[in-house]
T-cell receptor, first 111, second 117 residues
Framework: GESVGLHLPTLSVQEGDNSIINCAYS??????FIWYKQESGKGPQFIID?????DKRQGQRVTVLLNKTVKHLSLQIAATQPGDSAVYFC??????????FGGGTRVLVKP | NAGVTQTPKFQVLKTGQSMTLQCAQD?????MYWYRQDPGMGLRLIYY???????DKGEVPNGYNVSRLNKREFSLRLESAAPSQTSVYFC????????????????FGSGTRLTVV
């Protein structure tokens, strides 16, 4: 069994629908943010990043939105696929090169 | 393949035993990190090394020691394991100056699942 993520908030989404994952960050001085995807039994993998001087950035099927006023970050996944089932973490960069991670959200894609 | 390699993948220890978790990266990164991941708590930084020869405490350093053996290798040692150290441990590395260009960030290993009984 999996020991990671047993108590995580879970987002269930129908295959083909769009997913929106939200994250509140803690430090108004953070200047860089990253979304990571973690599949069962694996380490986190980079998805997309955004700098604090931007409010939106798009990648392949993913979009990150940054609202610095309310310290909120979101990840939108378009046309969610079964392979998108995973735990998603946001991370903020504080002083130096250190990242601080959020608690994560589990995404379950229903066929 | 280039990346971060962690050994072992699984380990069971008895309370009071010691062990060292190994981590090596072949990307010529300056910075390396050790995180632990517990259910519902995300990843928490244990120790990090900004460059060869330097190490610093993170958020949860108690009960651990680290060694930056060379630029490639960063090990994590549990001197006297406790059940509270049951967790999944991840090592990561990053380039100096990352964050200035998109697509940079941490590269993670696949983790060590440690159980202390």
């Amino acid at each position: 069994g999996e020991s990671v993520g047993l108590h995580l908030p879970t987002l269930s989404v129908q295959e083909g629908d769009n997913s929106i994952i939200n994250c509140a960050y803690s430090n108004s001085a953070s200047d860089y943010f990253i979304w990571y995807k973690q599949e069962s039994g694996k380490g986190p993998q980079f998805i997309i990043d955004i700098r604090s001087n931007m409010d939106k950035r798009q990648g392949q099927r993913v979009t990150v939105l940054l609202n610095k006023t309310v310290k909120h970050l979101s990840l939108q996944i378009a046309a969610t696929q079964p392979g998108d089932s995973a735990v998603y973490f946001c991370a903020e960069k504080l002083a130096g090169n250190k990242l601080t991670f959020g608690g994560g959200t589990r995404v379950l894609v229903k066929p | 393949n280039a990346g971060v390699t962690q050994t072992p993948k699984f380990q069971v220890l008895k309370t009071g035993q010691s062990m060292t978790l190994q981590c090596a990266q072949d990307m010529n990164h300056n910075s390396m990190y050790w995180y632990r991941q517990d259910p519902g708590m995300g990843l928490r930084l244990i120790y990090y090394s900004a460059s060869e020869g330097t190490t610093d405490k993170g958020e949860v350093p108690n009960g651990y020691n680290v060694s930056r053996l060379n630029k490639r290798e960063f090990s994590l040692r549990l001197e006297s394991a406790a059940p509270s150290q049951t967790s999944v441990y991840f090592c990561a590395s990053s380039e100096e100056g990352w964050g200035l260009l998109s697509g940079y960030g941490y590269t993670f290993g696949s983790g060590t699942r440690l159980t202390v009984v």
